[in-house]
């Protein structure tokens, strides 16, 4: 049975949550904004499917660390497109998570935005970190790769799904404790979340498997695209990781070896870092 965090004799109408966390275990904290015409825009997406992935996104954070999530705030900035009706339905796609609303604060802005903040645990000295990869480790990801970027301007499609409706890999960061030897979710593309993940862990890295592409979707799509929320793990040979793990595929896709921190190859030659940067794709 996993622990939950106990709040103590407040409720929503209280200025601040009080927890107490389980005993033996680590608190896992993340945020995470969402915000229109950067994540999602009014003609296409409904309220309730920008509700959901905003959280499902923060959520998939606690999964790359092999957490559980325990309860989220979320601060919005409503603007002039966001009546009673939508804010209810940005409400509704939340709850479908199953994560027990904590708190949270409302303003109004010229655009909408939103900032959640998400608190789970893990047990403790067992959290995922990106900074445990070692040369001669395997790297894997989970599922398939380019389906988000390719869906994000094809409506109604099974891309479009993937684009909408991330699944936060929960049971699977669970399985990675004691697995895994480093790990973060994919968020904004394999070859600039594999450099990242190499740099903190000062190692490099080599693919050198096939790279599992979503249906319909580009190999250039697959290592470039962003926000598939898959994880990304690195595991000694020695760790037989499986083909899949509750019907979801994980497929081997290159090692880790010694060398300049955060080079990745691909055939020989260097991947350049395409995927999304928020410090640098802007405008």
């Given at each position: 049975?996993?622990?939950?965090?106990?709040?103590?004799?407040?409720?929503?109408?209280?200025?601040c949550?009080?927890?107490?966390?389980?005993?033996?275990?680590?608190?896992?904290?993340?945020?995470?904004?969402?915000?229109?015409?950067?994540?999602?825009?009014?003609?296409?997406?409904?309220?309730?499917?920008?509700?959901?992935?905003?959280?499902?996104?923060?959520?998939?954070?606690?999964?790359?660390?092999?957490?559980?999530?325990?309860?989220?705030?979320?601060?919005?900035?409503?603007?002039?497109?966001?009546?009673?009706?939508?804010?209810?339905?940005?409400?509704?796609?939340?709850?479908?998570?199953?994560?027990?609303?904590?708190?949270?604060?409302?303003?109004?802005?010229?655009?909408?935005?939103?900032?959640?903040?998400?608190?789970?645990?893990?047990?403790?000295?067992?959290?995922?970190?990106r900074?445990?990869?070692?040369?001669?480790?395997?790297?894997?990801?989970?599922?398939?790769?380019?389906?988000?970027?390719?869906g994000?301007?094809?409506?109604?499609?099974?891309a479009?799904?993937?684009?909408?409706?991330?699944?936060?890999?929960?049971?699977?960061?669970?399985?990675?404790?004691?697995?895994?030897?480093?790990?973060?979710?994919?968020?904004?593309?394999?070859?600039?979340?594999?450099?990242?993940l190499?740099?903190?862990?000062?190692?490099?890295?080599?693919?050198?498997?096939e790279?599992?592409?979503?249906?319909?979707?580009?190999?250039?799509?697959?290592?470039?695209?962003?926000?598939?929320?898959?994880?990304?793990?690195?595991?000694?040979?020695?760790?037989?990781?499986?083909?899949?793990?509750?019907?979801?595929?994980?497929?081997?896709?290159?090692?880790?070896?010694?060398g300049?921190?955060?080079?990745?190859?691909?055939?020989?030659?260097?991947?350049?870092?395409?995927?999304?940067?928020?410090?640098?794709?802007?405008?």
């Amino acid at each position: 049975m996993v622990a939950r965090l106990k709040r103590i004799g407040v409720d929503l109408g209280d200025d601040c949550a009080v927890l107490r966390p389980p005993p033996d275990c680590d608190l896992l904290i993340t945020t995470d904004q969402f915000i229109e015409n950067v994540h999602f825009r009014f003609e296409t997406h409904t309220a309730r499917q920008v509700g959901y992935c905003a959280l499902a996104r923060a959520i998939s954070d606690i999964a790359a660390m092999g957490g559980d999530p325990r309860g989220y705030l979320v601060s919005i900035a409503t603007s002039d497109s966001t009546d009673n009706v939508w804010i209810r339905g940005f409400y509704a796609g939340q709850s479908e998570l199953g994560v027990p609303l904590l708190g949270g604060d409302t303003a109004h802005a010229m655009t909408f935005s939103c900032d959640i903040v998400v608190v789970g645990s893990v047990p403790r000295g067992q959290a995922l970190r990106r900074s445990g990869a070692k040369p001669g480790d395997l790297v894997y990801v989970s599922g398939t790769l380019g389906g988000s970027a390719k869906g994000m301007n094809e409506p109604g499609t099974k891309a479009w799904k993937r684009h909408v409706h991330p699944v936060p890999r929960l049971k699977l960061g669970r399985f990675l404790r004691g697995k895994a030897s480093a790990c973060m979710d994919l968020s904004d593309g394999l070859s600039t979340d594999l450099h990242r993940l190499c740099v903190e862990s000062r190692v490099a890295a080599e693919i050198d498997g096939e790279l599992p592409v979503f249906p319909g979707a580009s190999e250039y799509v697959a290592l470039h695209g962003g926000e598939d929320y898959e994880l990304l793990f690195t595991a000694s040979p020695q760790a037989r990781i499986p083909e899949s793990h509750d019907t979801l595929p994980l497929t081997r896709i290159g090692r880790i070896k010694a060398g300049k921190p955060g080079r990745v190859t691909l055939a020989g030659k260097a991947v350049e870092q395409l995927g999304y940067d928020h410090l640098m794709n802007y405008g």
